[in-house]
């Protein structure tokens, strides 16, 4: 081939280069595109899956409080069962394959025992009121948890297999912890319950409220100024999620505790008494001062730095509630975003 014609070639492939080149980016411009297009679709989707079964929960969850105390009881008395469940679950697999007989059995065994001890003599206590004629019971109490824990305990021992003792203690002490965990730890928001549902649903509010807003905040704004996740265990959380729905969540409580407080339903205690239904609405009498409208002093350094922008303010009127809400708030904006440990916790476990 003589040196003219490579040269002419050469000259072709050079001038089709550019139209080549324009079309590769042209078709990964178009690709791009389409991916963005599929992330932004997904993105919304979730969204309004989310809100569909965030919306079909707050419904579920303002039903049980219509019902009534003994409902609410109940629906913590099942997260507890379920909760238990999940945990135990952790290390059925490897019991099944060390065929270890009734595994289950004496799991859910002193789960019945733990609710018994725990919850035993309140509900005897109400029980007998309304049937007195069941009064030995009550009295019996002390008696029945005994035997029941030697059940127990004898139940155990007989389950034990050779070459699998340090094992089959190791399952049991598994199991107490797990339920210390998650039944005497609940076992004081039932009790919160009769003092006020005030106590259980402002809380729980505040949970909900933070973990919504984190995400709405998250999704509007997240790394649009802090360009790192929240932490390294749970890439998805932003610092602006967190931040927003930190305020978001003060906000909510200051305003949503005083709306609850001008409700008897919800701030007056439960009496378990025949005279009263037990699915019936708390009364009281008297008022607790912390839900009665107070007046605060503003401190000077305040009152001043207000009046020197033109607000003559030297006090304001608010209840006392509005302000324990507060500390809730932060409780619930600090501790609420790290509830993903337990997920992340569980996936290491099953690893």
Known sequence: MSESEVRKRKGEKDE???????????????????SDMQIAQEKYRKFFTRTI???MMIVVFGAILYVGHIAVSTFIYLIQALSFKEIIALRYIEAKEKKIPRYRTMHWYFLFCMF???????????????????????????????????????????????????????QLAWTIMTLFLVVVQSHFFVQNIFVGLIWFVLPVSLIICNDIMAYMCGMAFGQKWIQRPLTKLSPNKTWEGFIGALICTLVWAFFFSSFLANFDYFICPKQMNPSESIFGSPHCDTRDLIF???????????????????????????????????????????IAPFGFLCQWFEESLQN
Do not use: C
């Open 53 to 55: 079964w965030g919306t």
């Open 116 to 170: 018994y001890i725990v919850y035993g003599p309140n509900v005897l206590r109400v029980f007998t009121l309304y049937y007195p004629q069941y009064d030995f019971l009550r009295r019996y109490f002390d008696l029945s948890v005994f035997i029941l824990y030697v059940a127990g305990l004898l139940g155990f021992v007989l389950t034990l297999k050779k070459n699998l003792y340090k094992y089959q203690f190791g």
């Open 16 to 34: 089709k280069s550019p139209s080549v080149s324009r079309a590769i980016q042209t078709q990964t411009e178009e690709e791009q595109k389409k």
């Open 292 to 334: 009665e409208p107070q007046i605060y002093h503003l401190p000077r350094l305040i009152a001043s730095m207000l009046h020197s922008v033109g607000i003559h303010l030297e006090s304001v009127v608010m209840k006392p509630i509005q302000l324990h809400s507060l500390v809730f708030a932060l409780f619930a904006g600090f």
